[in-house]
């Protein structure tokens, strides 16, 4: 994909501006949701930097000696730094090696550029050697970071950077772009709003089977509620789905049941009897209750994706009790 996406046009032209201004910063945070395409929107201007033919708005070519090299990820300019494994921390070795690159001339007189992501998942001695990179960068390099979760960076790396926020979006030209990109006959509006916004992740949806998984855990917490199946099968349950993807979910459910409570129009959309299931429970408990469910999930959520490693389940376990406790004393009020 060379295009520049339609929901990252405003980002596009304000890094282009920079440029033509000469402003261009060193080092670019790049945050938004998760599916809201920071990668592609990475790599994208890294093409463009490194393109030798850019087309009109700055667009990389595709054609010429750097582009082919970047599209079969071979360019000697650019480097990527993630994780060795999925959701291990990146170690400061790789911070060395990255530093070590970009220090060195680019091949072909252009700017050196790394691609840090998820650049939270820096360990804390990868994220102290980047900051003095980041304080005296060489002259023709950029680094970019990537982040979902920019709180979780040292406020000295985040102000060391020039920061573009991505935010969820729902436009016509975004619609559109969703439309040709789904099997025909599917709703782009419905995908959009179960994906909250972000239209790479919308696309994945109906592979994804992540419509059923909005009912299957509107059930699970019926269940619990109900006490039907102990909190540790569910969490058993929830543990083999995915931490990221269970707690994203029971975070929107949370929110739009506290966005019900006070009358503002839900996030995601819902099949009708999926909207009754949701009211349902939203109103089993009065608004703290539900704040401190929601509290709960915000917290659980940051510690199984954070730096610590803790057990899923048990993060699943201390939320289904909570849940379990709260719609239960309600009932005996
Ligand atoms: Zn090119």
Redesign the pocket.
């Known amino acids: 994909m060379l295009e520049v996406l339609p929901w990252h046009q405003s980002q596009w032209d304000q890094i282009q501006a920079s440029i033509e201004k000469k402003r261009f910063a060193h080092a670019w945070l790049l945050t938004g949701p998760e599916g809201i395409g920071l990668e592609h929107f990475a790599r994208q201007l890294a093409?463009s930097l490194?393109?030798?033919?850019?087309t009109e708005n700055q667009r990389?070519?595709?054609?010429?000696r750097?582009?082919e090299l970047l599209s079969v990820g071979n360019n000697p300019d650019i480097m990527f730094v993630e994780p060795e494994d999925t959701g291990k921390q990146i170690r400061v070795e790789q911070i060395r090696d990255m530093i070590d690159f970009i220090h060195l001339k680019s091949q072909y007189e252009h700017y050196k550029i790394a691609i840090i992501s998820p650049a939270h998942s820096m360990n804390r001695s990868a994220a102290n050697t980047l900051l003095k990179t980041l304080e005296e960068p060489p002259g023709d390099s950029l680094i970019i970071l990537i982040t979902e979760r920019p709180s979780l960076l040292p406020v000295t790396i985040r102000s060391r950077c020039q920061r573009l926020d991505f935010q969820p979006d729902y436009s016509k030209n975004t619609l559109a772009w969703l439309a040709e990109n789904i099997p025909e006959g599917t709703s782009p509006e419905y995908l959009l709003r179960f994906a909250g916004g972000a239209p790479l992740a919308a696309i994945e949806l109906p592979e994804n089977h992540h419509i059923e998984q909005l009912n299957d855990l509107l059930n699970d917490l019926l269940l619990i509620t109900g006490q039907q199946r102990p909190p540790v099968e569910i969490a058993e349950k929830w543990n083999e789905t995915g931490a990221r993807n269970v707690f994203q979910w029971l975070l929107w459910l949370f929110g739009d049941m506290l966005r019900f409570k006070v009358n503002a129009p839900a996030r995601l959309f819902y099949p009708s009897d999926a909207w009754e299931t949701l009211k349902g429970l939203a109103n089993q408990l009065d608004l703290d209750r539900l704040m401190r469910c929601y509290d709960l999930l915000l917290n659980n959520y940051g510690l199984a994706l954070g730096q610590v490693s803790y057990t899923v389940q048990g993060l699943f376990e201390d939320f289904i009790i909570l849940w379990q406790e709260l719609s239960k004393s309600e009932d005996n009020t």
């Open positions: 093409a490194l393109c030798h033919a850019k990389p070519c595709g054609q010429c750097a582009c």
